[in-house]
């Protein structure tokens, strides 16, 4: 089970935490013409936040990550903050199940030189995950963002943990 994420009494100020991340990171110009096109998309409540992805982009960073995974990629904004993040080696999976929203995100992970490192998976995440499972790859990956269909969640979790290093992180979007 997906253990209580936060207690209800705690305060922060997203303000200044959104401001914080905004100051101290940048964004790609590829990056930044995604995150316009997709703002003009039907479905763009979908879409991280800026500072959301910016901040995984570092905390990819600053774990040394090689092997990530999206599960939800939309157009593939976060999809391209995590790839530019990683070494030339590095792979970031990318799930989802419409394979029209990451047409639209392909373009600039090309223009921003990281095509090779996304590996593209058109079909349900929990299948992807058993997937990398059977395929020997437990422990193995250093961050995990679930930003999927919530009933999935605890299945993406439980198997997201199986996948994971020990010290890896998962972050997932409410
Ligand atoms: C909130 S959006 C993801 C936003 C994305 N992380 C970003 O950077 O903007 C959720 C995505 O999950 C996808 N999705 C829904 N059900 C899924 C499933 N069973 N497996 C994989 N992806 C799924 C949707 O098609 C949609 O693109």
Not at 7 to 33: F, G, N
Not at 101 to 130: C, M, S, Y
């Amino acid at each position: 089970m997906i253990p209580k994420l936060h207690d209800q009494k705690t305060k922060y100020d997203q303000a200044a935490i959104s401001d914080y991340v905004l100051r101290h990171t940048k964004e790609h110009p590829a990056s930044k013409k995604l995150r316009e096109v997709t703002m003009q998309h039907k479905h763009s409540m979908m879409l991280v936040s800026a500072d959301e992805s910016r901040f995984f982009g570092q905390l990819v960073r600053i774990l040394g990550a090689k092997k990530c995974i999206e599960i939800g990629t939309y157009t593939g904004y976060n999809t391209l903050s995590v790839a530019l993040a990683l070494p030339d080696d590095g792979k970031v999976i990318a799930c989802d199940v419409v394979e029209a929203f990451p047409n639209i995100g392909k373009p600039f992970w090309k223009e921003a030189g990281v095509e090779h490192k996304i590996d593209l998976r058109i079909q349900p995440a929990e299948k992807t995950l058993d997937d990398l499972i059977a395929n020997g790859e437990t422990g193995t990956f250093d961050f995990v963002f679930i930003d999927a269909d919530k009933p999935g969640y605890d299945a993406y979790y439980e198997k997201s943990l199986q996948l994971l290093r020990p010290g890896g992180v998962i972050a997932l979007d409410n």
